[in-house]
């Protein structure tokens, strides 16, 4: 999975150097670097004395793989043949999984963004949660894509999540069903609101094609006679430096600087990218971030914000600040290192700290539940957090539990008999299957109105001038 990508290719002679295919890296003739002789010396060690039989090529992945681990840089990896295929899958194609970005921070796989309507944004995944284990084998010691392999998995099948969130003093249980993850990333609408013709343009991720996908639906949409525009990157984890340049070079009056590039240690060698636009488009413009807004998706909210002409409307982004390379080797394996760190035009590097909106808006608490347990029936005096979140899914759906503790106490009850009613259920004051699906497809309904979004409705005011 990338959250940001740049062109860049390895000569053969790169790519040889790094891959198994490269003896003459051992092979005894002393034609290496002298900084390599102790990677040598422990190498012929290993080959000569170590009780069981090693590859060559097992010693040599497991040496790159130390290299790139003692960066400690979670956004540098390396992948074998087999991991780059399905990262490269993740850019191109439909693939199936639970459809969500993650990376690795202090050992453990943790989420940037699940992916808009993907089967983790349905089934509650939220970023920075930290996924422990997956069907009860624990991630523990795996590194990134050994880790994305156990969530990845057949269409139908379950990934049963251990997640640890900040704030929830116990871990969660996050089932997903998994799904084919179709890579469309752009999608659009228009919402009257305060008499005005909104166009709304919701951005995934930056792949390939978005840019012009973007363009030929704000194209449609000013045909149709907008007055405001909003741009959803809200959930977007980033994806291509390109992609998200050729957007902005339409947005950004005043020919404006778009992104600096920053390479190397002391910043010496600098690429700036600027707007192809003279004018600023002649409707209000606003643009939606939250915490799961990375990368790519920063880039543009820096850039509309600091050309002056546009609002950020939202939560705090994830704060992303790298650019990452990759190099494909001999062997189809990749090589996938941070080269540069990307600077707002005002000058601001994110990293770490995000960009904060300039209309700070949360969304209700149950925009944040979870989907409830499959695995057991939640009934009278049960207490936890699975009865915790009932009771937030509840009193989303208008349904007074009397309480938000966690406790199932018979104000509990009577609001599941009042929904089991209305949704012409067995009324029996249980959460069972029957009841639990059709909460969670209520709550759904719910979520995606667009007058339940207080976040969208504040952009649209925004744009409205309300």
């Known amino acids: 999975m990338a959250i940001m990508k740049t062109s860049a290719s390895a000569s053969s002679s790169q790519g040889g150097a790094l891959t198994a295919s490269s003896m003459a890296l051992f092979s005894g003739s002393g034609d290496y670097p002298k900084e390599f002789q102790k990677l040598y010396e422990a190498f012929s060690a290993i080959k000569k004395d170590y009780i069981q039989n090693v590859t060559t090529e097992q010693l040599v992945e497991g040496a790159i793989g130390g290299m790139v681990g003692s960066l400690e840089d979670p956004y540098s990896d390396y992948m074998d043949p087999r991991s780059a295929e399905e990262f490269t899958s993740t850019l191109h194609s439909t693939f199936q999984g639970i459809g969500t970005e993650v990376t690795m921070q202090n050992g453990r796989v943790t989420v940037v963004s699940p992916f808009k309507n993907s089967p983790a944004e349905r089934a509650g995944l939220r970023p920075n949660d930290q996924i422990l284990s997956v069907n009860d084998e624990s991630l523990e010691g795996?590194?990134?894509?050994?880790?994305?392999?156990?969530?990845?998995?057949?269409?139908?099948?379950?990934?049963?999540?251990?997640?640890?969130?900040?704030?929830?003093?116990?871990?969660?249980?996050?089932?997903?069903?998994?799904?084919?993850?179709?890579?469309?990333?752009?999608?659009?609408?228009?919402?009257?609101?305060?008499?005005?013709?909104?166009?709304?343009?919701?951005?995934?991720?930056?792949?390939?094609?978005?840019?012009?996908?973007?363009?030929?639906?704000?194209?449609?949409?000013?045909?149709k006679g907008i007055g405001g525009l909003v741009i959803d990157v809200r959930g977007n984890?980033?994806?291509?430096?390109?992609?998200?340049?050729?957007?902005?070079?339409?947005?950004?009056?005043?020919?404006?600087?778009?992104?600096?590039?920053?390479?190397?240690?002391?910043?010496?060698?600098?690429?700036?990218?600027?707007?192809?636009?003279?004018?600023?488009?002649?409707?209000?413009?606003?643009?939606?971030?939250?915490?799961?807004?990375a990368s790519a998706s920063e880039i543009l909210a820096g850039a509309l914000r600091d050309s002056g002409s546009y609002k950020l409307v939202g939560e705090k982004t994830f704060g992303k600040g790298t650019v990452q390379s990759t190099m494909e080797m001999n062997d189809k394996s990749q090589l996938k290192l941070t080269i540069a760190k990307w600077i707002t035009p005002s000058g601001d590097w994110v990293h770490k700290k995000g960009i904060k909106p300039d209309f700070e808006v949360k969304q209700p608490d149950y925009f944040n539940a979870t989907l409830l347990p499959a695995d057991k029936v939640l009934q009278r005096d049960m207490a936890g957090t699975d009865v915790k979140n009932l009771q937030l899914i509840l009193k989303g759906l208008n349904l007074s539990p009397g309480r938000e503790d966690g406790y199932f106490d018979e104000k509990t009850e009577e609001a599941i008999k009042q929904f089991q009613t209305s949704s012409k259920l067995e009324v029996t004051g249980k959460v069972d299957a029957k009841t639990r699906s059709s909460l969670e497809e209520s709550l759904r309904k719910t979520m995606t109105k667009p007058e339940n979004d207080l976040q969208l409705q504040k952009a649209l005011d925004v744009v409205t001038g309300k």
Not at 146 to 173: D, F, M, N
Not at 183 to 211: C, M, R, W, Y
Not at 257 to 282: C, D, H, L, M, R
């Open 142 to 223: 795996l590194d990134l894509h050994q880790a994305v392999t156990k969530i990845r998995g057949p269409k139908g099948t379950k990934a049963v999540l251990k997640v640890v969130r900040a704030g929830v003093p116990e871990p969660l249980t996050i089932v997903c069903v998994r799904d084919d993850i179709p890579i469309e990333t752009v999608n659009s609408q228009i919402i009257e609101k305060n008499g005005v013709k909104v166009g709304v343009i919701n951005l995934t991720q930056f792949s390939t094609d978005t840019a012009k996908h973007f363009k030929e639906q704000l194209a449609a949409l000013e045909q």
């Open 237 to 293: 984890p980033g994806g291509y430096l390109l992609a998200v340049k050729e957007i902005g070079e339409v947005l950004v009056p005043k020919k404006g600087k778009i992104v600096q590039i920053e390479y190397g240690n002391g910043g010496q060698q600098k690429e700036e990218y600027f707007s192809t636009t003279e004018a600023a488009k002649p409707y209000p413009i606003s643009v939606l971030i939250n915490g799961g807004s």
